[in-house]
């Protein structure tokens, strides 16, 4: 075989690995500080990332909103400067955010998933199942991230409010928290949702990325207690490597109004995604390394059904100020709120796509955002255009940071500032103010 034909590209990962275990760890850690750092450097060069929390606004569950615009300008420019410009004009004169751009993978060349601190430590309390990797940390600190164990809201039974009792859901105490509140087949699949499987990075094979072999991943392990504490992957169903998009975990909440899963993938049912993510996404959409790490099967008419049942009660948290057409009571709203709304249905064009009274149309739509950019490498990854991404819900969206299918945007004002820019839609200050009040009550 010639060399050039050796080195062609492959769909494909290395199934047989011929290098020690311990050396490959070894080498991964000794690399680890200078990755992180180059990592955290981009982060801290594309956002303001200091603790600003919201005056008297939290989550549902009381943790703190981070406030403020935390894309970082080029030096001259203002957001009201850039804004005025068009696409081709942002394009050429390299203006386009970079914050704006794509966010690679803390690792994108080994891409797999990731996770807080929080929920490492968690569960190592809970279950003494490590989900630390030895090659790389977490980039996004936890001030943006969601609450920690989320509050759960059940569409079965409102009255009871937080079903949680503040307690991140795991095998120890599933049983005790759902026995009596659920029927048998949602037990059921709860217990599958928080039983850990085989996984890319966590398994027992010597091509792992966690130091011990690894029971794997449960479901809820990136979708905690049904919401999302902000985990990351790549996609699993593009190639080559460098193509490939970050995703954050989006919340679970509001499931049975989606009529779409997976953000660029459009499958249509719950049941479609939860299969395709154990026997593919877990292990990059690649079943030969799945055979060999010990894909998990489930079975369609029971397990996964179970599980589906479940994940579709999973309920968005309350909103007291809206209506029952998903729109604000004006004896409850304020002004700001009032006014934000009027801009959300009108100037800012949010309502094109984003539909009460769930806010999503359950379609997918290209945003074009190569018309500010030029493709280039950013840390191991080619920022191109994204595709078309599905529309997320916006009910209970300030308990979901970051924002946008990869977290790039890691606030509301970032998120306005983001499709103002995009849509072209020239919002003023006062508009931009009244539409982050709006947002805050869904």
């Not at 062609?8 to 290098?19: G, L």
């Not at 982060?43 to 005056?55: E, F, G, I, S, V």
């Not at 255009?385 to 970051?402: C, E, H, M, Q, V």
Request: net charge negative.
């Amino acid at each position: 075989m010639a060399d050039d034909d050796a080195e062609a590209p492959s769909s494909y990962m290395p199934v047989v690995i011929k290098e020690h275990f311990a050396t490959t760890m070894a080498r991964m850690k000794a690399d680890k500080p200078g990755l992180m750092d180059k990592q955290m450097v981009l982060m801290a060069q594309r956002y303001d990332l200091a603790n600003h929390p919201a005056k008297n606004v939290t989550m549902t569950g009381g943790k703190p909103i981070q406030e403020g615009v935390r894309v970082k300008l080029n030096n001259g420019i203002t957001w009201d400067k850039l804004s005025a410009m068009t696409p081709e004009e942002i394009q050429t004169k390299n203006l386009y955010p970079a914050g704006f751009l794509p966010l690679p993978h803390a690792h994108q060349s080994e891409g797999g998933m990731v996770f807080p601190k929080f929920e490492i430590d968690e569960l190592k309390k809970q279950e003494g199942r490590d989900l630390t990797r030895f090659d790389l940390d977490f980039d996004i600190p936890d001030i943006f991230l969601p609450e920690f164990p989320a509050p759960i809201f059940l569409t079965t039974r409102p009255d009871l409010g937080d079903v949680s009792k503040g307690k991140l859901i795991t095998i120890d105490n599933y049983y005790e928290t759902f026995n009596g509140l659920l029927n048998p087949k949602q037990i059921e699949g709860v217990r599958l949702l928080v039983t850990p499987f085989a996984q890319q990075q966590f398994n027992q094979t010597e091509d792992r990325r966690s130091e011990r072999p690894s029971r794997g991943v449960a479901c809820f392990d990136c979708h905690a207690n049904g919401n999302t504490n902000g985990a990351f992957h790549l996609v699993g169903d593009i190639r080559p490597q460098k193509f490939r998009h970050r995703i954050d975990t989006p919340s679970l909440r509001g499931v049975n109004i989606q009529r779409l899963f997976g953000s660029q993938r459009a499958l249509k049912t719950v049941e479609d995604f939860t299969e395709f993510e154990q026997r593919g996404a877990y292990f990059d959409g690649d079943p030969v390394i799945a055979t060999k790490k010990g894909v998990n099967i489930l079975d369609r008419g029971s397990q996964v059904q179970a599980m589906a049942e479940f994940q579709e009660i999973l309920d968005f948290p309350p909103a007291p100020k809206l209506g029952i057409d998903g729109k604000l009571d004006p004896r409850k709203a304020s002004g700001a709120e009032l006014r934000g709304q009027q801009v959300f249905f009108g100037a800012g064009k949010c309502a094109s796509c984003h539909t009460a009274p769930y806010y999503t149309d359950n379609l997918m739509h290209n945003l074009r955002t190569d018309r500010f950019f030029k493709p280039h490498m950013v840390n191991g990854m080619m920022a191109v255009s994204d595709g078309a991404i599905k529309t997320f819900t916006l009910r209970g969206i300030k308990d979901t940071p970051p924002y946008l299918h990869d977290g790039r945007l890691l606030t509301l004002e970032d998120t306005i500032e983001f499709f103002n820019l995009i849509l072209e839609t020239h919002l003023d200050d006062q508009q931009k103010k009244d539409l982050l009040s709006f947002l805050r009550v869904l």
